[in-house]
């Protein structure tokens, strides 16, 4: 079955410091990966996204990813947290069974930055 | 410009009662989801509507729910009957799709209490 794993329910960071959300995955074939941020009452916000080429990805509000295939993982990276990015982050994957472009979800990882 | 509108933000309901939430999509958006958000089932997808075709209903939880997608554009989600269980923060999505690797952008949800 496919489905996307984010191990980690909340992460503590100190404002200024490298940030590191945690991704793994599980599809057959070439996975379609994608983060979204969650602020509080709002609806989910597209980061960025990997379909191929480069495995380093960079998206929006200076995040970016790195996909490992042999790992199977994508982890969501910053290199300087802001305590402004504190909110909820989910991992999905692009179903790659039947015809739609449904997303499977994580359980979503909470980023906390500290000031 | 605008991107994918919910109404209404918040629904508050007797057990029992039957329940419309509307979705508008991006204009030009020909794909359209319903995912729903809630404690213990995380984010599950519901239901697709792409162009003219037939939807895609397999996320559906029960008979109870049901999605109509008028002229291609604005979507409604009817609960009938509504359960406790059913409380939850309903959202949509709209999206282009291009080689069918499509970004999906969301609304903002609708909270749906049931009382």
């Known amino acids: 079955a496919q489905s996307v794993a984010q191990p980690e329910d909340q992460v503590n960071v100190a404002e200024g410091n490298p940030l590191t959300v945690k991704c793994t995955y599980s599809?057959?074939?070439?996975?379609?990966l994608f983060w979204y941020v969650q602020y509080p009452n709002r609806g989910l916000q597209f980061l960025l996204k990997?379909?191929?080429?480069?495995?380093l990805v960079k998206g929006s509000y200076g995040f970016e990813a790195e996909f490992n295939k042999s790992q199977t993982s994508f982890h969501l990276k910053k290199p300087s947290a802001l305590v402004s990015d504190s909110a909820l982050y989910f991992c999905?994957?692009?179903?790659?069974?039947?015809?739609?472009?449904?997303?499977?979800f994580g359980t979503g990882t909470l980023l906390a930055v500290q000031p | 410009g605008a991107g994918v509108s919910q109404s209404p933000s918040n629904k508050v309901t007797e057990k029992g009662k039957d329940v419309e939430l509307r979705c508008d999509p991006i204009?030009?958006?020909?794909?359209l989801y319903w995912y729903r958000q809630s404690l213990g089932q995380g984010l599950e997808f519901l239901i697709y509507?792409?162009?003219?075709?037939?939807?895609?209903k397999s996320g559906l939880p029960s008979d109870r729910f049901s999605a109509e997608r008028t002229g291609g554009s604005v979507s409604t989600l009817t609960i009938q009957r509504t359960q406790q269980e059913d409380s939850a923060v309903y959202l949509c999505?709209?999206?282009?799709?291009?080689?069918?690797?499509?970004?999906?952008?969301f609304g903002p949800g609708t909270r749906l209490t049931v009382l």
């Open positions: 204009s030009g958006h020909t794909a």
């Open positions: 999505a709209s999206s282009f799709p291009t080689s069918g690797i499509d970004t999906q952008y």
């Open positions: 509507f792409q162009g003219n075709s037939a939807p895609d």
């Open positions: 990997y379909i191929t080429g480069d495995n």
């Open positions: 599809v057959s074939g070439n996975p379609y």
């Open positions: 999905a994957v692009r179903d790659m069974n039947g015809a739609t472009n449904k997303l499977i």
